[in-house]
């Protein structure tokens, strides 16, 4: 019962469709090797400097690397001997709310051994079982039309 209120919370109220679960191990990987996707993924020094007029948590980060994704950043407020962040207390909400579904939503994922799950609110064999119940449902509304040959 519980669980089905839950779920409901989620998905009509919240307009979610991921559960996170777990918890933060306060590793830090999600603050370094960081791609920034604005549209599409930034590319070049000269895109990123505009990026950096929008908003201030740009300007925290510093391009490590270039991938054939594009460019790699690490956040220059992570303390490399302890991996805490210095500002936590005064950290943006995009870094309080990781990781949040839009990640997945953008292409993204989870940072490696990072302590927190996204979990599909309507698992695999329930899509599955719906599909195939339209499908049965259609049947017998007389869609599939049976040809005379
Ligand atoms: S501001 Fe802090 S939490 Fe956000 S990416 Fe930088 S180090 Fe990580
Ligand atoms: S990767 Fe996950 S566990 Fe590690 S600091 Fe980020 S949120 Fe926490």
Do not use: W
């Not at 089905?4 to 777990?22: A, D």
């Not at 936590?88 to 292409?107: D, N, S």
């Amino acid at each position: 019962m519980f669980k089905n209120i839950r779920k409901f919370f989620y998905l009509y109220i919240l307009r979610k469709k991921y559960y996170r679960t777990g918890e933060c191990k306060a590793c830090g990987r999600c603050c370094q090797k960081i791609y920034v996707k604005h549209k599409d993924v930034i590319q070049t020094e000269e895109e990123f400097e505009k990026l950096k007029k929008l908003h201030p948590f740009y300007t925290y980060l510093k391009v490590i690397d270039k991938d054939e994704t594009g460019l790699v950043f690490e956040c220059q407020n992570l303390d490399p001997e302890t991996h805490r962040c210095k500002i936590h207390k005064k950290r943006p909400g995009i870094c309080r709310r990781y990781p949040q579904e839009e990640l997945f939503m953008m292409g993204g994922t989870l940072a490696e051994h990072c302590g927190y799950k996204l979990e599909p609110i309507i698992s695999f064999d329930e899509v599955f079982s719906k599909v195939k119940k339209r499908g049965e449902n259609a049947k017998t509304a007389g869609i599939f039309k049976k040809t005379d040959n």
